[in-house]
């Protein structure tokens, strides 16, 4: 059974810090592709970062770019997104999702139930 945990969620003030983890179990974790997306009312969801299988690449929304860091521990099976300096706008639901293209090109997908942050004074 495919698991993805999120955790470290909660209330921060603007400027704070905080950080994501997301535990994963039930496949082969190393040989996918980690993301971080985001969901704040009324808006679509938004890919906010994304990690290679092997930790060798990421990528970020602008929005975040030089705030968020995600990073990955394969022996734990577990992603992380370190948010910093964050912002009123950084408030939404964070979801953690995992992915893989298999050889025939069809998608293997799968979500977590999502963590609230809220950036607020």
């Known amino acids: 059974q495919v698991q993805l945990v999120e955790s470290g969620g909660g209330l921060v003030q603007p400027g704070g810090s905080l950080r994501l983890s997301c535990a994963a179990s039930?496949?082969?974790?190393?040989?996918?592709?980690m993301s971080w997306y985001r969901q704040a009312p009324g808006k679509q969801r938004e890919l906010v970062a994304v990690i290679s299988s092997v930790g060798g690449n990421s990528n970020y929304a602008d929005s975040v770019k030089g705030r968020f860091t995600i990073s990955r521990d394969n022996a734990k099976n577990t992603v992380y997104l370190q948010m910093n300096s964050l912002k009123p706008e950084d408030t939404a639901v964070y979801y953690c999702?995992?992915?893989?293209?298999?050889?025939?090109?069809?998608?293997?997908?799968?979500w977590g139930q999502g963590t609230q942050i809220t950036v607020s004074s």
């Open positions: 039930g496949f082969t974790f190393s040989s996918y592709a």
């Open positions: 999702n995992a992915q893989r293209r298999r050889t025939d090109a069809t998608l293997d997908r799968y």
